[in-house]
């Protein structure tokens, strides 16, 4: 049964500059009145957002302590440098931690720590205030201030967590550096900001092994001059290189050290971070967040869309804390909401592909979220993995990261939530801070596929290039037409980059420029259509590469897509697809009457126009380290070029077998 309807296109009907608008979504979801009922949102949330912004802001950031309250909810005047909750102080850390403590929550678990190996550690909010306040001293005592930075290059270890608030505490901007990078990776990111301490382990577990860490870290230190201090934490044991003077033990420095200390109380534009984007188009920017406006959002949001019950949840984000994700919804808005949560240290299929459903009945998770490539996978291992897991407790989905196919969102929906729990698509970007555009749980009838509309307090449009809303039905770029509290303070060091990168495009309406397609459906509900370089243009119709991507994931044998439009001397660009297929689909489905099918399968789904000109069948996508598809790389080896930068890739041999595949084939 397909309840999607095709829209017939009309050849000249569209405009150069907006995105077609293809494929359409008849499967609605709306929430139960037992859900409703007990929902933390509610509709009257955006009535009180739309009748008055600041206001509505001020009262999210009354649910924080602030030692001193602002005087202005915002200061728009330098735009595109925005100031929130003016002449406001508080402390991050403080907020995240000794409140809950003085609340008296302290025996309440923060962290249900979960390692790969199987070893475990629940840490209550008394205990993490110690450690917090350990790790405080123990960086105070190397020297770390106000306004220094700290690099960490950790794995998921509640040291990570304990390290990023105890900056947050004396006011030291952190740079979390994903731990799967390299060292390269790791020295331009220190050098750009020129950490004064690098935190990180002897090694770290992947897929059941002790794989060195600190390794990574000598090499990049060798050539960063700024760093003075490395504090390395003992996790697997590894024998490491020591250099006296530099390198410490995190159990000597840290464990010995008084368990309070006094925080100072900084001002809300105080800089909290700095965050390299994940480099899924070109070279990583360090975005800046600061302090009050970004605690207020990442509370409220982590508060309404997951409708967090912080005496009765249990919480779990799979991302890694190297990503904006880990930032706001591992630490600082679980934390701030004095939330129990899981933090795991592993891959998904360690020791076997049941792990995650393994913890979520272990410790009756209530709310999970995780992105749609992790999603994907799942359904290629198969559904009968969580079958044989309780999943019952769940009740809240999220997915973040990439639009979520429809197909992906209806397995995850089915599979996962037991065709209960509503699912959370999260829009967000790690300039944003927070999420952006997203239903809310107990409030929005769900539709697999989109983010919807921007939450209470937020806003957004589709616009054309001229910076004209379109209709309903229409499609063109996301933009964000007024500031919100969690946005980014600039780009380390470049302000001209910030200026140009986001808000250049359309600087006579001053609206942000996300750089992702989206269309508006015939409610007025957003899609996200991928990002606006990877926009195809067939024929002169501009097509999404996430809808052809969608369409292929709708057809049973196919679990990932990948789509890129390569130049094409009829037709301007030809879409050429990539595709990984479902497990024990590849005998039947590789052979040329399955591709064709395949191409037939996307002409009835979405129309003849967006018909893939070749479809490759395919062991892996190349992704970035955080799970995203890099189309860039395919694009080029659609187009035979020499293939560009492959330095964020999770795993560069991938592109030898595409390459190699596609030659073969072509
Ligand atoms: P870079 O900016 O360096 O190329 P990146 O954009 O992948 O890297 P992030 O900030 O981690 O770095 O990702 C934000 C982007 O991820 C968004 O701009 C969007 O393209 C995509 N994205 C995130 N969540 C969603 C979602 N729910 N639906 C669709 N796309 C999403
Ligand atoms: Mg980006």
């Not at 020295?187 to 990180?200: E, G, M, S, Y």
């Not at 464990?255 to 188009?281: K, M, N, Q, V, W």
């Not at 789509?563 to 590849?586: C, K, N, Y």
């Amino acid at each position: 049964m397909s309840s999607k309807r095709v829209e017939r296109l009309e050849v000249g009907k569209h405009s150069q500059n907006t995105l077609d608008n293809l494929l359409h979504e008849e499967r609605i979801h709306a929430p139960s009145g037992e859900f409703a009922a007990q929902a933390n949102a509610t509709s009257e949330l955006y009535a009180q957002a739309d009748a008055d912004r600041e206001a509505f802001w001020a009262d999210q950031a009354r649910h924080l302590h602030w030692d001193t309250e602002w005087e202005q909810v915002l200061d728009w005047s330098g735009a595109p440098f925005a100031k929130w909750f003016v002449g406001g102080k508080l402390n991050v850390a403080y907020n995240c931690v000794d409140r809950h403590v003085e609340a008296g929550n302290g025996d309440r678990v923060a962290i249900h720590w979960e390692g790969e190996p199987g070893d475990s550690r629940a840490i209550t909010y008394a205990e993490l205030a110690r450690e917090v306040s350990r790790t405080a001293n123990a960086l105070a005592s190397l020297g770390v201030g106000a306004g220094d930075r700290v690099a960490i290059y950790l794995p998921m270890l509640p040291e990570a967590v304990y390290s990023m608030l105890a900056c947050a505490r004396l006011g030291a901007l952190h740079s979390v550096v994903f731990g799967g990078f390299s060292s390269e990776a790791l020295r331009t990111r220190i050098n750009d900001a020129q950490a004064k301490v690098v935190i990180t382990a002897d090694g770290q577990y992947r897929r059941g092994k002790a794989m060195p860490l600190k390794t990574n870290v000598d090499e990049a230190v060798a050539a960063t001059p700024s760093v003075e201090h490395v504090l390395v934490v003992q996790r697997t044991k590894t024998d490491v290189e020591w250099n006296d003077g530099r390198d410490q033990w995190w159990h000597d420095v840290v464990e010995g050290r008084p368990a309070s200390h006094t925080p100072e109380f900084f001002d809300s534009e105080h800089p909290l971070f700095i965050l390299y984007t994940s480099g899924t188009t070109g070279r990583p920017k360090g975005i800046l967040h600061t302090s009050g406006g970004y605690l207020t959002q990442a509370a409220y949001t982590h508060r309404t869309v997951f409708d967090l019950k912080p005496e009765t949840d249990v919480y779990w984000c799979t991302a890694d804390i190297g990503w904006v994700t880990g930032h706001t919804y591992i630490v600082y808005g679980p934390l701030a909401n004095g939330a129990t949560q899981v933090i795991y240290e592993g891959t998904p299929n360690t020791p076997h592909e049941g792990r995650h459903w393994d913890i979520v009945q272990k410790y009756g998770v209530t709310l999970y979220y995780t992105a749609p490539t992790t999603i994907r996978t799942f359904m290629k291992w198969g559904a009968e993995i969580p079958a044989r897991y309780d999943l019952s407790t769940l009740r809240v989905l999220g997915s973040v990261g990439e639009p979520i196919n429809p197909e992906a969102w209806m397995w995850y929906r089915e599979h996962i939530g037991g065709n209960r729990a509503p699912i959370v698509d999260t829009w967000w970007q790690t300039e944003t801070g927070a999420i952006m555009i997203s239903p809310l749980p107990g409030v929005t009838a769900t539709k697999p596929g989109s983010a919807q509309v921007p939450l209470p307090g937020i806003a957004a449009k589709v616009v054309d290039e001229s910076g004209e809303q379109v209709g309903h039905g229409g499609g063109g770029l996301l933009v964000l037409d007024q500031p919100w509290p969690a946005m980014l303070r600039g780009i380390w060091g470049d302000d001209d980059r910030y200026r140009e990168t986001y808000w250049s495009k359309f600087a006579d309406k001053g609206y942000y420029f996300a750089g992702d397609g989206a269309k508006y459906d015939d409610d007025g509900d957003i899609w996200l259509l991928g990002r606006v370089d990877d926009v195809m243009n067939v024929s002169g119709h501009r097509i999404s590469t996430t809808e052809v991507e969608s369409a292929l994931v709708s057809h049973p044998t196919v679990a990932e897509a990948a789509v890129v439009g390569a130049s094409d001397p009829t037709t301007g660009q030809g879409i050429v697809a990539f595709v990984i297929l479902r497990g024990g689909a590849d005998d039947q489905a590789s052979g040329e009457a399955a591709i064709k099918a395949l191409r037939d399968h996307v002409a009835h789904e979405i129309g003849p126009i967006a018909k893939p000109r070749q479809i490759m069948v395919v062991p892996e996508l190349p992704k970035t380290r955080s799970g995203k598809i890099m189309r860039r790389l395919l694009r080029d080896v659609a187009e035979n070029r020499e293939i560009g930068d492959v330095s964020t890739l999770a795993d560069s041999s991938v592109m030898n077998l595409i390459s190699a595949g596609f030659a073969t084939s072509s």
